[in-house]
């Protein structure tokens, strides 16, 4: 990470709620021209407690919380299956911030995921036929057959349904903290926390 600026975050500078502060910073990243200020690295575990992580890209976002799309055989998948409770990190390095939240994960209702699925360029709307994410293949050769094998199936001038295996996942923040890079390590970190009287914000030590 670069060397931090002298921007600060102070109590009184945040939104009256997480969704409209993540918003703002949101914001400020895009504008910021970051390469993908959508990416987000999404942190999962299996029954038993092992974690995994990979970076996701958002694809939804209001007060309920987090979208993003996957094929649901996945890893990530079978482990929220497992055990639904994640964790993700939006990593704005190039501006000092980090977004960081963590919550249950429930699935998007079918009609959402199939608008979703509908946008997505021909070809990865084929891909999701094609490919049995996280599975062993011997090969490139494999996918490269399956992708052929989906396309003769769906040829681009036919729609293209959306595979059941595939959909949508939310992750529900119980807490969603923001992070500034300071100098010296003395970042400030502010965070909504879910409670019985609505959000609360607290200071975390750096």
Do not use: C
């Not at 009184?12 to 021209?33: I, V």
């Not at 919380?65 to 055990?83: H, P, W």
């Not at 509908?118 to 996280?134: C, D, E, F, L």
């Amino acid at each position: 990470m670069a060397e931090p600026s002298h921007e600060r975050l102070d109590e009184q500078d945040l939104s009256e709620g997480w969704l409209e502060q993540f918003r703002r910073w949101h914001g400020h990243a895009a504008a910021a021209g970051l390469s993908e200020p959508d990416a987000m690295v999404l942190a999962t575990a299996d029954g038993d407690g092992r974690p995994s992580a990979r970076s996701v890209l958002l694809r939804g976002l209001d007060e309920r919380g987090f979208v993003f799309y996957t094929n649901l055989d996945s890893r990530k998948g079978r482990e929220i299956a497992a055990n639904p409770h994640a964790a993700l990190v939006f990593p704005w390095f190039q501006i000092h911030r980090q977004v960081i939240a963590a919550g249950e994960v429930e699935a998007v209702e079918a009609a959402q995921a199939d608008a979703y699925f509908a946008t997505r360029p021909y070809g990865s709307r084929i891909g999701a036929h094609a490919s049995h994410q996280s599975q062993v293949i011997a090969d490139r050769s494999v996918l490269e057959r399956a992708w052929a094998a989906a396309q003769g199936r769906y040829p681009e001038d036919r729609a293209v349904p959306r595979p059941d295996r595939w959909g949508g996942l939310r992750l529900r923040p119980e807490w969603v903290e923001f992070w500034q890079g300071r100098r010296d390590r003395l970042h400030d970190r502010l965070r909504y926390r879910a409670s019985a009287d609505g959000w609360v914000i607290e200071r975390l030590s750096p």
